[in-house]
Each structure stands twice: as structure tokens, then as C-alpha cells.
């Protein structure tokens, strides 16, 4: 069974840098089948995806957040993270981590992590 | 990219039909068949229910139902249950390799 736990600071002050990490557990970030995500969600708004990486350290991210958002992977360790450069309230939010389908239903996010609250302070 | 438009909330008595839009562009919904739905109760993590348009994953009830038509992806609910209450949000996968989900519609079962 599947298992992403996403790790991290739960409190970063302003403009300071936020570091997220996804450790997989029940699959291998190498597999040739899946992407690997991070999706945020502030609190009481709706779904924003992030980034992606693929284990070759191929890269995707959303255009309005690609100037601050560093994501990397570590397939020694099969865990994945993000950096957030720049922290504003605005970055206040739950950050998951999820596997997306590459080949077959690709685009589909089929497993998420728990989510982390992390919240940025002045 | 700009968020995937939905209604912010829709709500149906038990037993009833409920259908919710999501509206894209011909650079996300219009262009591919990768359109995913998810259902959020409150406090936890999204749930996969309809991939691919029209797929649902093992375990999800066939009283939920996906369809495309254009720029527009539906799901619709039927034989609403009190436990399908909860936010649900639509996704994309894009032309530039992205995703974009939906703003989100509250589902309030009366």
C-alpha cells in the first residue's frame, strides 16, 4: 500500500524560506509510470498545484509560482521535496504531496499524502 | 494558467441528481480526455473518484458519473447519500504539461 508522509517546519517567518519534504513509502520514485507532486490548499480556499518531478529530474511548475519554487528528488532515499523562496502570508496553507499517472491515466492524482499545515509568520 | 471555473456550491436532497460543471479552456479541458474529479470532506485529503473523464477508480460507487463535452466536464451524483457532502474539485492536465484544478464547489446534501 502506497504511503506519501509529507515532513517540515509547521511555522516559517516572512520571507524566509520554506522546505518541504515526501517520503514515499510502498513504491519506488524511480518507477517509469508516475510523477511526483506537491499541491497546496490555504486555509478554507481551494486546490493549487505546485510542481512536478519526474525521478530523471525532469521539472514542471505552475507559471505563477516558478519564480520561488525549487522541487528535487532524491531516489537514494525515494523522497521528494520543495523550497518556497520568498515566504509571504499569502504561502500560509496545507501542502500535500501526491503520485500522478504518467503513461497510463495520466494526470490523475492517485495518492496523496496527509497534507502538513505550514504557516507563515511576520 | 487560470484556475478551471466551477460552481461554489450545489446542494440535493437524498435520492435526488446533482451535477457539477467544470469549465476550462482548449488548452486544458478541451484539449485532452485527463480531466479528474476529487472529493474533499472536511479535514482531510482529496479523494480520487473520476479519472479520464469518465473513469471511476475501484471502490468508488457507480452513482457517480463523469462526461465532457467542449471546454466543460460534468460529474453527476446519483442517489445523493448524506456522506457524499463535501468540497469537490475538478483537475486538468494542460498543454504545457501542468495542471490546474477547479476553484472548488461545496456539495450540501439537505
Known amino acids: 500500500q502506497l504511503q506519501l508522509q509529507e515532513s517540515g517546519p509547521g511555522l516559517v517567518k516572512a520571507s524566509e524560506t520554506l522546505s518541504l519534504t515526501c517520503t514515499i513509502s510502498g513504491d519506488s520514485i524511480s518507477s517509469t509510470y508516475y510523477f511526483w507532486d506537491w499541491i497546496r490548499q490555504p486555509p478554507g480556499k481551494g486546490l493549487e498545484w505546485i510542481a512536478s518531478?519526474?525521478?530523471?529530474?525532469?521539472?514542471y511548475y505552475s507559471p505563477s509560482l516558478k519564480s520561488r519554487v525549487t522541487i528535487s528528488v532524491d531516489t537514494s532515499n525515494n523522497h521528494f521535496s520543495l523550497k518556497v523562496n520568498s515566504v509571504a502570508a499569502a504561502d500560509t496553507a496545507v501542502y500535500y504531496c501526491a503520485r500522478r499517472g504518467r503513461i497510463a491515466a495520466a494526470g490523475t492524482i492517485d495518492y496523496w499524502g496527509q497534507g502538513t499545515l505550514v504557516t507563515v509568520s511576520s | 494558467q487560470s484556475a478551471l471555473t466551477q460552481p461554489p456550491s450545489v446542494s440535493g436532497s437524498p435520492g435526488q441528481s446533482v451535477t457539477i460543471s467544470c469549465t476550462g479552456t482548449?488548452?486544458?479541458?478541451?484539449?485532452?480526455?485527463?480531466v479528474s474529479w476529487y472529493q474533499q470532506p472536511p479535514g482531510t485529503a482529496p479523494k480520487l473518484m473520476i479519472y479520464?473523464?469518465?473513469n471511476r477508480p475501484s471502490g468508488v460507487p457507480d452513482r457517480f458519473s463523469g462526461s465532457k463535452s467542449g471546454n466543460t466536464a460534468s460529474v453527476t451524483i446519483s442517489g445523493l447519500q448524506a456522506e457524499d457532502e463535501g468540497d469537490y474539485y475538478c483537475s486538468s492536465y494542460t498543454t504545457s504539461s501542468t495542471v490546474v484544478f477547479g476553484g472548488g464547489t461545496k456539495l450540501t446534501v439537505l
Open positions: 479520464e473523464v469518465s
Open positions: 518531478i519526474y525521478y530523471s529530474g525532469t521539472t
Open positions: 482548449s488548452s486544458d479541458v478541451g484539449s485532452y480526455n485527463r
